[in-house]
């Protein structure tokens, strides 16, 4: 049986997959099944923040796994601790809570608003304004969370308490606010999922004030926008605001599976013993892994991220068949003339692995990515979008 015949007989059907099995990799080149190679500008969505097999990482990872793999939580494990320490010194966070995924970690922050609101103000403000368009994860809550209706639909009844305003549009959050009795508002910096919508300043330092005011709490999701993604470590230092709550995964792990809540000052003390947990939260081999990761998002690294952004938008701009570019840093988002469906799948038969979002490619490549590799990748998807702009127009 060939894998493809494996996963068409064994593997649940929930993803489209594109025709290509990848055996191995080194940086930002991926090998597949027949030896042809591939430049990543994926990374696993967001995930293999310094590529493949990156052996800094994998040697923090393993040398972690020889001695200590895995404790549960009933015992106190050094990388985990260490970890919770980086993310609170490089945000000005107070306290860290570890799970899985994005989904866990917004499930956590969703548990701590409510209980938050409930302490404050009265078990009825439990409401959580989120955006159309937004994307926070699959389970029963996150996807309430989560403003589209295409994921809701056959999942009925979902979790309540969630209501969705426009995005860049504060008036709208306004209203639901004097509408309902809330507990926060949770938003992503950029949509991402959601077609790599970014947030206005004045729209993001607009809502803040009025979690301010209100004593709403302030989530923002940077399970794909944080670990550097955007030039920043987290996308929400390039506005003005302190959230009261941070969510991240995707790239924190660098390959392996980590979610992560950063809780600020009025949110540090709400979830005690027994409130929440998870087994593998906090994992040793996981943490040491996040931490090389950490430590190597240095002021410099996130310069040349962004610089790297910026030389990927110029040699777009011109090309023909590219009516709009979006995003920040390595997180962008190509509008094309051409089908994006069409222009993914033909840039993958000619050697790079792009991504999309809605109707968008969007890229998210590896943040160490060489300047040779994105050039290079940049050029055969120039040629894609141009010629699938011409044989559509
Ligand atoms: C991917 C993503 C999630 C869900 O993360 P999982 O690890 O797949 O559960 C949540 N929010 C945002 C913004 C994401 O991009």
């Known amino acids: 049986m060939t894998t493809k015949e494996c996963f068409s007989q064994y593997v649940a059907n929930t993803y489209a997959r594109f025709p290509v099995e990848l055996v191995s990799g080194k940086g930002e080149l991926l ?7 591939y430049i990543d500008m994926g990374a696993g969505i967001a995930v293999n923040t310094f590529g493949m097999a990156d052996k800094e990482w994998a040697d923090a990872v393993s040398a972690q796994l020889h001695a200590l793999q895995h404790t549960s939580n009933l015992y106190y494990n050094e990388p985990c601790g260490r970890l919770a320490e980086a993310l609170c010194t490089r945000t000005g966070m107070k306290k860290v809570f570890f799970s899985n995924s994005g989904a866990e970690a917004n499930e956590c922050a969703i548990k701590t608003a409510r209980k938050y609101a409930a302490k404050t103000k009265g078990g009825d403000y439990y409401t959580i304004i989120t955006l159309k ?9 996150t996807l309430a969370a989560t403003g589209q209706d295409t994921f809701h639909h056959d999942f009925l009844p979902l979790t309540q308490g ?5 995005a860049n549009d504060l008036s709208s ?3 639901l606010a004097r509408q309902h009795k809330c507990a926060a508002v949770m938003i992503e910096m950029i949509q991402g999922e959601g077609g790599v919508n970014v947030l206005t300043p004045e729209f993001v330092e607009g809502v803040a004030r009025l979690c301010e005011e209100e004593d709403l709490l302030l989530i923002v999701d940077e399970v794909q926008t944080g670990n550097g993604r955007t030039g920043k470590l987290y996308a929400y230092m390039h506005y003005d605001i302190t959230p009261d709550l941070v ?11 980590i979610g992560a809540v950063l809780f600020g000052e009025k949110t540090k003390d709400t979830l005690k013993p027994g409130d929440h947990g ?5 994992n ?3 943490c040491a892994g996040a931490l090389n990761i950490l430590s190597r998002l240095t002021p410099d690294f996130l310069d040349e991220v962004e610089k790297k952004g910026e030389a990927v938008r110029k040699a777009l701009q011109g090309v023909k068949g590219v009516r709009s570019i979006t995003g920040m840093g390595l997180m962008l988002g190509i509008e094309t003339d051409g089908d994006a469906g069409e222009i993914v799948s033909l840039a993958i038969e000619r050697g790079i692995l792009p991504l999309k979002a809605k109707n968008k490619i969007r890229l998210l490549p590896p943040l160490n990515i060489s300047w040779e590799n994105l050039n290079k990748a940049i050029s055969i998807l120039s040629a894609v979008i141009e010629e699938k702009s011409s044989c559509n127009g």
Do not use: I, M, W
Request: glycine share 18%.
């Open 31 to 37: 090998r597949d099944a027949d030896g042809r190679d």
């Open 133 to 141: 368009n937004s994307f926070h994860g699959r389970t029963l809550a």
């Open 247 to 257: 969510t991240t995964a995707k790239g924190l792990g660098g390959g392996l599976p």
């Open 173 to 175: 959050v306004v209203s």
């Open 284 to 286: 040793p081999a996981v």
């Open 162 to 166: 969630f209501v969705y305003a426009e």
């Open 278 to 282: 998870s087994t593998f939260g906090g």
